[in-house]
């Protein structure tokens, strides 16, 4: 399996702060391409955290994360540029976006920006990929609909065609079935699968929800009591992954 991010004695926190100290214990981790891991946690645990430290949103207080083979996050700065950085990975959030006076299509075509020049158009290979994202996440009845009037299950579904139009190689994603029924995610989490299987990206996915992590995950990881745990899905309540649910 080849690996597409790797974290080696990562140390999670804001070192912008004073005094900063990690959240969580250091620890190390590999996302490879054609798998999808469930972040598991209590709130505050430090996931979001994780997330963004893996898209370069922020910083480590130590350690190391490479993307694809290159330093993401290092005290010399990231070895990828903004752009190429947005072909290879992007965070889906469910919250805190702006998108006011943007149908679904517009919002979505944003995710072809990191591959246009200073002042090209969109080719008819992006309107392509953009249609096929609007498609796949079943929203061509609302493609020209305004973004902000939908709901925040229709939402969700519009943020995630937008990464799935930017075709990246690792997503990662925030709570995603956090507005939508059971159904949906189902779906979701099926789609998952799917982008995993068939387009070999690699899916770290932040969740509350036990039950489809143990169901659509491969591996597993957890934070709690500030130790980050990782396990094949198959073994996790075995070794003690899932402990903490119980309580």
């Not at 080849?2 to 996302?31: D, H, R, W």
């Not at 006076?101 to 944003?110: I, K, W």
């Not at 229709?154 to 029924?181: G, I």
Request: charged share 25%; net charge negative.
């Amino acid at each position: 399996m080849t690996m597409l991010l790797q974290c080696e004695n990562l140390v999670l926190g804001y070192p912008a702060k004073a005094n900063a100290s990690g959240i969580v214990a250091p620890f190390s981790f590999e996302l490879g391409e054609g798998e999808v891991v469930a972040l598991l946690g209590e709130n505050g645990c430090g996931k979001s955290t994780f997330l963004k430290t893996l898209c370069a949103q922020l910083q480590p207080v130590s350690g190391t994360v490479s993307l694809c083979g290159r330093p993401l996050n290092s005290a010399k700065g990231s070895a990828w540029s903004a752009r190429e950085r947005a072909k290879l990975v992007t965070l889906v959030r469910m919250s805190g976006i702006s998108c006011d006076r943007m149908t679904v299509r517009e919002f979505v075509s944003l995710g072809r920006m990191p591959y246009a020049g200073l002042f090209d158009g969109r080719s008819e290979e992006d309107e392509r990929i953009i249609d096929e994202a609007i498609a796949l996440l079943e929203l061509e009845n609302f493609a020209n609909r305004w973004v902000n009037e939908l709901s925040d299950g229709e939402r969700s579904r519009v943020y995630l065609a937008q990464a799935v139009a930017q075709q990246v190689k690792v997503l990662l994603l925030d709570e995603p079935n956090a507005f939508l029924d059971i159904p949906r995610s189902r779906k979701l989490f099926t789609l998952l699968q799917k982008l995993a299987d068939e387009r070999k990206m690699g899916i770290l996915v932040s969740t509350h929800s036990v039950e489809y992590a143990e169901k659509y995950s491969d591996r597993m990881v957890v934070i709690v009591d500030k130790q980050v745990r990782v396990a094949k899905t198959e073994n996790a309540r075995a070794e003690g992954l899932l402990d903490w649910t119980e309580d």
